[in-house]
């Protein structure tokens, strides 16, 4: 990581310059496009590549690949003195910022190929003084985990270099658009001056307010992968409507106008983890959605791989209580279970993963103590053996174990130093992320949310 005097010597050195000089390691689309981008706001770009045919096309004008208004952008002539071009074999300038934007291809075996990454990174290093802080920024798509050991083999040859990563939301065919008009950023990095240098050049480069996030490379490196992969299983499941639309005569356009008035109901931005949907509607419906499915051939869409999946999330929940309280024939373990409602504001079990949970716990012999402020005469009805209880605060007295399956409100809201102070053991499975990670380990708990840090 570098050094706190060292960034703050770099910040200032950035300061005090009208433009920077930034390196851009790969000329492909997304290489060019931000080289564009950053020299349009008067940013000294130099762009390198091995591939000597695609240096000597930049050279004319020429561009590799066709993007609608980049040649504009990127051979202006206002720009022609911003941007250089030259082989990694030539002599790269030492600078304080270098962009990787190189290639990450799959391997044979699908897993993602950062050799491209590596050498570029290795070839940067070599360009510097021992005593300059750079910052390498890498836009290049890369597998979670990947940059974090990456700084670290950095910084045990380089102290003084921090990576950033910044990875690239552009559309083919509509980048330059993408990049001023919509432009997300996502900035992951260990070092937060690092981060912020970084977010103060593009501030340089784009007119227009943009939405950022700013965490940790994991998570970055999580949010580009996700990003694609739920863009590629949305237009998958638009083309398999679009084949039960051609067989049924129906209009796919209206029934992704139709798609898109969900967005009013279950904005993507609201989405939250759980213990796996379940209620009167969304079980019966994907059921017989997929019976309709294989009536017209599509055996294994995506919707019976959701159902699956739903499935499969509720069981797996189950045994991660099951384990957590690890039960013995010497001593019995007894599990709280806050909430039963499939989710708050109803008094509706049906398809609840509570109903999973305790019959997976019941055939461990787990004791179940059980409150709902709602749903506990409906739950009653199928389960009598359970403990039910007339407060969150007696469920949870002497248990094992503490699980949050229901988002009611006056769960978030209970006295944490109350709850500490009765429950037998201190650990709490919180499948819907209505506490605040700090505030419940402040009071000693062992806390697993689902999916938070």
């Not at 050279?59 to 082989?87: M, N, S, W």
């Not at 998570?219 to 299983?233: D, G, H, P, R």
């Not at 749903?375 to 007339?390: K, N, P, Q």
Request: aromatic share 8%.
């Amino acid at each position: 990581m570098v050094m706190k005097s060292g960034i703050a010597v770099l910040l200032l050195y950035i300061a005090m310059l009208p433009a920077s000089h930034v390196v851009v390691v790969g000329c492909g689309y997304v290489g060019l496009t931000l080289a564009a981008v950053l020299a349009s706001a008067d940013h000294m770009i130099t762009c390198v590549d091995s591939d000597a045919y695609k240096i000597q096309l930049l050279h004319t004008q020429q561009l590799p690949f066709y993007e609608p208004g980049l040649v504009e952008c990127l051979f202006d002539t206002a720009h022609k003195k911003r941007i250089t071009f030259c082989h990694t074999n030539d002599y790269i300038p030492p600078v304080p910022i270098y962009y990787v934007c190189v290639p990450t291809p799959v391997d044979n075996h699908g897993a993602c190929d950062d050799a491209y990454v590596r050498a570029a990174c290795a070839a940067i290093i070599d360009t510097q003084c021992a005593d300059d802080p750079i910052i390498i920024v890498i836009k290049s798509t890369v597998a979670p985990g990947t940059l974090r050991v990456l700084q670290q083999e950095l910084s045990a040859c380089a102290q003084r270099v921090d990576i950033v990563y910044n990875p690239e939301f552009m559309r083919e065919g509509t980048a330059l658009q993408d990049i001023y008009m919509r432009n997300p950023i996502v900035l992951g990095a260990q070092s937060q001056d690092a981060l912020r240098l970084v977010e103060q050049l593009l501030a340089t480069c784009l007119p227009t307010p943009t939405d950022i996030i700013k965490t940790d490379f994991e998570t970055a490196e999580l949010i580009k992968y996700a990003w694609n992969a739920f863009s590629a299983t949305r237009i998958a499941y638009v083309n398999e409507l679009a084949l039960l639309c051609r067989a049924l005569h129906a209009d796919i356009t209206q029934v992704i106008q139709g798609l898109a008035l969900s967005e009013q109901l279950l904005p993507t931005a609201h989405l939250k983890p759980g213990p796996g949907y379940g209620g009167s509607c969304l079980p019966k419906d994907t059921k017989a959605f997929a019976h309709i499915l294989e009536t017209f051939g599509l055996e294994r869409s995506i919707i019976h791989r959701t159902i699956e999946s739903n499935q499969q999330h509720k069981a797996t929940l189950a045994a991660d209580i099951v384990r957590s309280v690890a039960p013995t024939a010497r001593q019995a373990k007894m599990v709280a279970l806050l909430g039963l409602a499939f989710k708050a504001h109803t008094n509706d079990v049906r398809q609840s993963a509570a109903i999973d949970v305790i019959k997976l716990l019941r055939t461990h012999d787990v004791i179940i103590k059980a409150y709902d402020p709602c749903a506990m005469t409906s739950m009653r009805e199928l389960f009598e053996d359970v403990i039910y209880c007339t407060s969150a605060y007696q469920a949870v007295e002497d248990v094992d174990c503490i699980v949050v399956l229901t988002e009611w409100p006056e769960f978030k809201n209970l006295d944490l130093s109350i709850v500490a102070s009765v429950c037998k053991k201190k650990k709490i499975i919180d499948t819907r992320n209505i506490f605040n990670p700090a505030s419940v380990r402040a009071h000693g708990f062992e806390y697993l949310p689902m999916g938070a840090l």
